[in-house]
């Protein structure tokens, strides 16, 4: 499984664009890119998944450059409700171990 | 909706006690995990199931067991408990391929 690193902490006001990015160098061909939220005290969320390129859904999106080696979650317009860890995984879906492997994650506080 | 049950939030427990904590899923999903969060340690996976009665280790299974006898139900379970296992624990459940991981509101579990 390809090792994630991501920014430990990120602070942002309300109203504003949030991007988060995360970096797999060592991405494999067949890896999808997953991103989660988590609330204290609360199991985490999925919010996006991606292969390539961009990906966008109602709460957040998914931006993968040509070579995969990193992605960037962005949130737009953020709210404190938004305030949690957002975790990004990498793996290799189309194999039948499909392990959910958590990195540490980054802490967004959103201030208002 | 997905649903992931986990059979108590909270638990109280004497260390040397065996411990089971059950989780069950509503929607068929092949894949099933167990993890542990501790401030600073993150989500770590103890056990992973891809099948009835299929299990795989994950980074920390030392001092636990787990058993899947039926597709909905994967139960975690501390032989003897100790301390140093006083922790939150997260249960959930995937699809095969899908890397989309729903998780179960936790258990709190204190060892005395």
């Known amino acids: ?13 309300e109203g504003q664009e949030v991007n988060i990015t995360c970096s797999h160098n060592n991405i494999a061909t067949n890896d999808y890119i ?27 999106s998914l931006f993968i450059p ?18 949690a860890v957002y ?21 967004l506080q959103v201030k208002p | 909706d997905v649903k992931v049950t986990q059979s108590s939030r909270y638990l109280v427990k004497r260390t040397g006690e065996k411990v089971f904590l059950e989780c069950v899923q509503d929607m068929d999903h092949e894949n099933m995990f167990w993890y542990r969060q501790d401030p600073g340690l993150g989500l770590r996976l103890i056990y992973f199931s891809y099948d009835v009665k299929m299990k795989e280790k994950g ?7 787990v058993s ?17 296992q006083t922790s939150m624990y997260l249960c959930a459940s995937s699809l095969l391929y899908s890397g989309q991981g729903f998780f179960g509101p936790g258990t709190r579990l204190t060892v005395l």
Not at chain 1, 1 to 13: E, H, N, R, V
């Open chain 1, 66 to 83: 040509a070579d995969r080696k990193s992605s960037t979650l962005s949130l737009p317009r953020v709210s404190l409700s938004d305030t």
């Open chain 1, 1 to 13: 499984l390809a090792k994630t690193t991501q920014p430990i902490s990120m602070d942002s006001y």
């Open chain 2, 59 to 65: 980074d920390i299974p030392e001092g636990y067991s």
């Open chain 1, 34 to 60: 997953t991103w989660y939220q988590q609330f204290p005290s609360q199991g985490p969320r999925f919010i996006i998944q991606g292969y390539k390129t961009k990906v966008t859904n109602e709460v957040a």
């Open chain 2, 68 to 84: 899947r006898e039926k597709k909905e139900r994967f139960s975690l379970i501390l032989e003897s408990a100790s301390t140093n």
């Open chain 1, 87 to 107: 975790y990004c995984l990498v793996g290799d879906h189309s194999s039948n171990t499909g392990k959910l492997i958590f990195g540490q994650g980054t802490t």
